[in-house]
C-alpha cells in the first residue's frame, strides 16, 4: 500500500506575545530578535492550556478536512517532548477526539519529532497493518525554558499540528532520510536533574524533576546549516527527484535565518520556501504541520505539489521526508 496525506489542521494558544511585550520582562529587543531569528511574536500557554487539548483541536481539524471518522483512525502518534504527563499524552488525545479503535504512543525525538513521526507512521501503512494514522506534532516549549536566559527564550513559542495519513493506490512518501548523533547532545538538553536521597544505610535513589533547556545555539546553528541539506539530498536521491522537483521547502521553522541558509545551499529560490516563524517562533514538534497547514488552507500548497520537509534538533536528531500532498 502507499501513503496518501489526505488532512491536515493545527491549533495555538490564544495568547499571542510580542517582541516588544517580551522586552518588558527579558532583557531583549524586537530588533534583535527580529533581526537574529525572523520572530515576531508567540503564542504562549496559558493556564487552561495543554498538549492534550492543543493536540486534540489540531487532529479534529485534520480529521475534519481528511473526511475521516474518529472511529475509524488505527493509530495516533503523538510527536511531542513536553507531554502533560511522563507516561504520554497521546492516550489522552485518542480519548479526547474519539479514536476508540486506535493505539496511541508519544514519540519524542524534539524538533525532530513531526518527521519521525510522518516516517514512523507510514511503515504502519506501507507494510498494510493500517490504514489511516494522526500524526500530530505538539510542544508547549515556555513550561521549560528559563525565562532568565535571553539566549533561549525569546525563541520558543508554543502550538499543535496534525496530519492525517490513509492508505491508497498511490505512493506520496517519495523518499526519507533520518539521521542522530548523541555524540553532539551536550548542544541541546533539558535534563532530568534529580537530588539523592537515603532510603536506608544501602538504598539511595534520586528524586525530582527535568530542569530548563539548555542550548548552545551557535553550534545547533552550524550544525543545522550543514546537515539539513545533506538528508534532503539524500532523501531526494532515494525519491529519484532532483531539488528543481520541489515545489516547496518546509524545514523546522526555528530561525529565518537557519531557513535562508539552507534554501541557498539546495539552490531552492526563497519563494519555495514555506515560512511563518514570525508569528509563531520556534514550536519544535509543531511548528513542521503548524507551517503546512497554512499553506494547504491558503491554496498556496496544492494536491500534487512536492514538499521536502526536514526536521532537525536535539539529540542531536534530523531527518528529511520527500512528499507529495494528497
Ligand atoms: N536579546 C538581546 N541580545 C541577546 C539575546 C536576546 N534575546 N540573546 C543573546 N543576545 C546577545 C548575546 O548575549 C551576545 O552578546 P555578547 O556578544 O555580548 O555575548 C549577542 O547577543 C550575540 O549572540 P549570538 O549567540 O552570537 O547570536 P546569534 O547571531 O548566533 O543568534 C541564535 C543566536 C538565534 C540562538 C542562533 O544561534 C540560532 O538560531 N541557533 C539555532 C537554534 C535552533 O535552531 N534550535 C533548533 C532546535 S530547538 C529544539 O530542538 C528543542
Redesign the pocket.
Known amino acids: 500500500m502507499g501513503v496518501t496525506f489526505i488532512g491536515c489542521g493545527a491549533a495555538a494558544p490564544a495568547k499571542i506575545v510580542s517582541n516588544d511585550a517580551l522586552s518588558k520582562f527579558?532583557?531583549?529587543?524586537d530588533e534583535?530578535?527580529a533581526s537574529?531569528?525572523g520572530i515576531r511574536q508567540r503564542h504562549l500557554a496559558e493556564a487552561g492550556d495543554s498538549i492534550v487539548s492543543l493536540g486534540a483541536a489540531a487532529a479534529q481539524q485534520a480529521l475534519a478536512m481528511a473526511g475521516v471518522d474518529a472511529a475509524d483512525i488505527d493509530m495516533v502518534l503523538l510527536a511531542t517532548?513536553t507531554p502533560d504527563d511522563l507516561y504520554g499524552s497521546a492516550c489522552l488525545i485518542q480519548a479526547s477526539i474519539g479514536a476508540n479503535r486506535a493505539v496511541a504512543f508519544d514519540l519524542s525525538a524534539?524538533?525532530?519529532g513531526f518527521v519521525f513521526g510522518l516516517v514512523t507512521a507510514s511503515q504502519f501503512i506501507q507494510t498494510g497493518s493500517y490504514q489511516n494514522i494522526l500524526v500530530i506534532g505538539a510542544d508547549i516549549?515556555s513550561r521549560w525554558v528559563d525565562w532568565q536566559d535571553?539566549?533561549?527564550c525569546?525563541?520558543f513559542g508554543d502550538g499543535a499540528g496534525a496530519v492525517v495519513l490513509q492508505a491508497g493506490q498511490q505512493e506520496n512518501l517519495l523518499g526519507f532520510e533520518l539521521r542522530s548523533d548523541g555524540s553532539q547532545n551536550d548542544a541541546?538538553h533539558l535534563r532530568y536533574e534529580g537530588t539523592n536521597i537515603e532510603l536506608s544505610d544501602d538504598v539511595q535513589v534520586k528524586q525530582g524533576g527535568f530542569g530548563r533547556?539548555m542550548?548552545n545555539?551557535?553550534e545547533?546553528?552550524r550544525f543545522?546549516v550543514n546537515a539539513v541539506p545533506d538528508v534532503i539530498d539524500k532523501a531526494l536521491f532515494k525519491a529519484q527527484l532532483q531539488v528543481a522537483d520541489v515545489d516547496w521547502l518546509i524545514l523546522?521553522q526555528?530561525?529565518q535565518?537557519?531557513m535562508d541558509a539552507v534554501a541557498d545551499r539546495l539552490g531552492l529560490p526563497p519563494e519555495k520556501i514555506v515560512s511563518n516563524v514570525a508569528e509563531y517562533g520556534?514550536t519544535?514538534a509543531a511548528s513542521i504541520p503548524i507551517a503546512l497547514n497554512a499553506a494547504v488552507r491558503s491554496g498556496k500548497i496544492k494536491p500534487g505539489d512536492t514538499i521536502a520537509t526536514s526536521g532537525?534538533?536535539?539529540g542531536l536528531s534530523w531527518g528529511a521526508a520527500i512528499l507529495r500532498w494528497g
Open positions: 527579558v532583557d531583549t529587543s534583535w530578535i537574529r531569528t517532548s524534539a524538533c525532530s516549549h535571553r539566549n533561549t525569546v525563541l541541546l533547556l542550548m545555539g551557535k545547533v546553528y543545522a523546522h526555528a530561525n535565518r537557519i520556534n519544535s532537525f534538533g536535539a
